[in-house]
T-cell receptor, first 114, second 110 residues
Framework: DTGVSQNPRHKITKRGQNVTFRCDPISEHNRLYWYRQTLGQGPEFLTYFQNEAQLEKSRLLSDRFSAERPKGSFSTLEIQRTEQGDSAMYLC????????????FGPGTRLTVL | RKEVEQDPGPFNVPEGATVAFNCTYSNSASQSFFWYRQDCRKEPKLLMSVYSSGNEDGRFTAQLNRASQYISLLIRDSKLSDSATYLCVVKQGGADGLTFGKGTHLIIQP
């Protein structure tokens, strides 16, 4: 399967713990995006990388959130000191250069903070 | 005011009928427009781009009205497999993150 993959698919954690999610984009895509989706809402943009450079961050991305893409391939999203409000589906997407509207999404990581 | 607004539905439509959704966007500088489809418990997938002149892909027709800042999607001869949530999506100029509406839930009934 050469689509976008995300791990883990589900994560349950206690409030205050740190969690890290991984995204492996489609190999030919140099752009990688993170979104968050809660029930009944559309995905909300968090941040975006072009190769290893983080070019855009939403105001939704608080100081507790950090994302990296160290070698321009896979990316990690870390949430520190998780809060119950962080419970959501975290979606990763990737795209070709110049085709940012055509984003291919992974299956997501569902985070539940107890 | 939300940047992209859609009627969440659900729209309950008999198989074979024609159904239309609208969406409005608030930022007049918005550059590109799309419809994505999301099945229950699945990731969103691009359905089609929306061009100023209107465009068609099989049973699906998308239109853009920049003056009124709305986008529409028409589905003809609806199939049971069209049941899904349809997300209206806007891309701002100079930014690559997409802005999604809440989605319109469509249920096609046999």
């Amino acid at each position: 399967d050469t689509g976008v993959s995300q791990n883990p698919r589900h994560k349950i954690t206690k409030r205050g713990q740190n969690v890290t999610f991984r995204c492996d984009p489609i190999s030919e895509h140099n752009r990688l995006y993170w979104y968050r989706q809660t029930l009944g809402q559309g995905p909300e943009f968090l941040t975006y990388f072009q190769n290893e450079a983080q070019l855009e961050k939403s105001r939704l991305l608080s100081d507790r959130f950090s994302a990296e893409r160290p070698k321009g391939s896979f990316s990690t999203l870390e949430i520190q000191r998780t809060e119950q409000g962080d419970s959501a589906m975290y979606l990763c997407a990737s795209s070709w250069p110049g085709r940012a509207g055509e984003q291919f999404f992974g299956p997501g990581t569902r985070l539940t903070v107890l | 005011r939300k940047e992209v607004e859609q009627d969440p539905g659900p729209f309950n439509v008999p198989e074979g009928a024609t159904v239309a959704f609208n969406c409005t966007y608030s930022n007049s500088a918005s550059q590109s427009f799309f419809w994505y489809r999301q099945d229950c418990r699945k990731e969103p997938k691009l359905l089609m781009s929306v061009y100023s002149s209107g465009n068609e892909d099989g049973r699906f027709t998308a239109q853009l009205n920049r003056a009124s800042q709305y986008i529409s999607l028409l589905i003809r001869d609806s199939k049971l497999s069209d049941s899904a949530t349809y997300l209206c999506v806007v891309k701002q100029g100079g930014a690559d993150g997409l802005t999604f509406g809440k989605g319109t839930h469509l249920i096609i009934q046999p």
